[in-house]
């Protein structure tokens, strides 16, 4: 007999961390193009910067729709 039990609470959907993961995905992307448009040598630290701020922005997109990051690993999970 198998006894499972997740350890998660519920999230609730949340339009304001949307909002702000979107935005944060928006401005991470703008910054890569503005750097092209303006003939700039694109250095590490902005793919770096950009990055960081993307992955931000999709942890912000997933708490907003309701998941966790926890329950996509599948951590908390009792066996």
């Given at each position: 007999m198998d006894n499972k039990k997740d350890l998660i609470k519920k999230n609730n959907k949340s339009t304001f961390r949307l909002i702000l993961g979107i935005s944060m995905c928006v401005i991470s992307i703008l910054w890569i193009f503005v750097r092209f448009?303006?003939?700039?040598?694109?250095?590490?630290?902005?793919?770096?910067?950009?990055?960081?701020?993307?992955?931000?922005?999709?942890?912000?997109?997933?708490?907003?729709?309701?998941?966790?990051?926890?329950?996509?690993?599948?951590?908390?999970?009792?066996k």
């Open positions: 448009e303006e003939n700039e040598v694109i250095k590490p630290f902005d793919w770096f910067y950009s990055g960081i701020f993307a992955l931000n922005g999709v942890t912000h997109i997933i708490t907003g729709v309701g998941s966790s990051i926890e329950r996509l690993f599948g951590i908390g999970n009792l």
